[in-house]
């Protein structure tokens, strides 16, 4: 076997043995293996890009990347210069952000697919490499005045907004396995962009932060070109807005945006940190994947994220020099992981239940980044006005945190099932009762088959595959699973069935129109 031959089986096996454990994952269910096949669409795209696989898909962690660059003050606009005007930016971009985000929100009904809306995506997205480069090589450092600050602020944001709202399109339709999958490794990618920027000295860093939207928007195409569309609205049916989990994205939007509110007068650490945490899941997620495989559940990362809040909190009143990056790491690592797992929940209902990805992503992302630009107003005036300083108030607003936190428990507590649909699935008007789509009706015939029949999780991924009318050779390149695997798979689930073709598997499941 050549040296080309052997990377290639090595990195199989390693993407192999992920899955296996991605698919036992508590959000996952056998109906989840795949996403219903959109024609010859998906089939060409794959074919064409085929050759990018599977980097395409990580193509969110350079979004991140570009978010997290765009806020370390050492890289963008760089040492040595007035923070007031980089300030004046900042609140720029992220009031950008919350008001194009609300805007792609309300305007979901009538817009569809954002991904059909390419001149858009890709104006939006010119508009975000140019701001960034403008505000990071002349503005910022030229303390331009705050109008024009301001309204190149506000133009650079539009980029990540649509971004954002993309991508969240994209993984809405692969499925919880893949979902997870790519989303720790973009999450890694995230960290080693922004490491490989932050090594870079100015002008060669804001320029390399400027090209990272760019290339996010080029993967996403690719990955669009790769996958079934979204399921087209059903006019009959209204989707309600999760505001449950989008409350709960708010409160820990506010306690990240606070979070540097024990370390005086210091800028970009809370970015930075950001980073640090991202990479640290994505670490932990793979790592269990390896370790627990068909007994992981992605639910652990609110399960570590909430106590750890709580901790930050309690530690706050006594947060002097070292303690105080400690509970700032702790409030930041908290909001990157539990945002971590509710965007997993979001993308899952947006999957199971076909309900359109844009509003609801859209609506609690803006939720999140209002409550982050609350958290920085408050954080500054609290610090501008030696409010820390008194330890009743230290006090004080610790006792407030940890209330909030316990009010996200309450909330989370109150969902009969956090692998629910949280109000969000689709329901006819006249009725206002449930109505399920062709997808969710599959898949839970999956799931019931799977059950009777005592199938593993992996069992029941490959047979849902197989009742699509998959081939084995597309069932592996679909899991990352070897040739071997997948036959040793489907010799077990056709004893355990009682079946011993393809079309017996259809005839029990049904197909997934039905």
Known sequence: MGTR?????????????????????????????????????AADGAAASARFFPWRFLGMGLLIAWLCCTHITAVFPGSGFDLEPRHTFDYAMRVGDVGMLLLLGLAAPRLGRLSRHRALCAVAVGLTCLGTLAGGLALIPGSAPAAALAAVGVATSLGGAVLFCLWAEIYSQMGMTRTIMYGAFSCLVAGGAAFLVCTMRPPCAIMATAVLPGLSLGCAWLSLRALPGEPVRRPSTRYAVPWKLVAIMAVAGLLSGSSGLVLGGVEGVGAMFRVLATVLAAVVILAVMFVRRDRMDVRFLAKVALPLAVIALALLPFAH???????????????????????????????????PSLRVFAIARASSEAAILFGIVLRRGFQGNGYMDSEAFAVAFAVAGIALVGACVLVWASEKSVNGDWGAAGVAPETNLHVAGPRERFMARCDRVAADAGLTAREAEIMALVAQGLTRREIERELFLSENTVKTHVRHLHAKLGTSSKAEVIALVGEPGE
Do not use: H, N
Not at 328 to 346: N, P
């Open 5 to 41: 031959e052997a990377m290639r089986a090595a990195a199989q096996t390693v993407a192999e043995t992920a899955v296996e454990g991605a698919a036992g994952m508590g959000l996952g269910s056998a109906g989840e293996a795949a996403a219903l096949q959109d024609g010859p669409r």
């Open 321 to 355: 020099s070292a303690i105080a990056y400690l509970v700032a790491f702790l409030l930041k690592f908290a909001y990157v992981w539990f945002t971590f797992f509710v965007l997993l929940v979001l993308a899952g209902i947006c999957y199971r239940y076909e309900v």
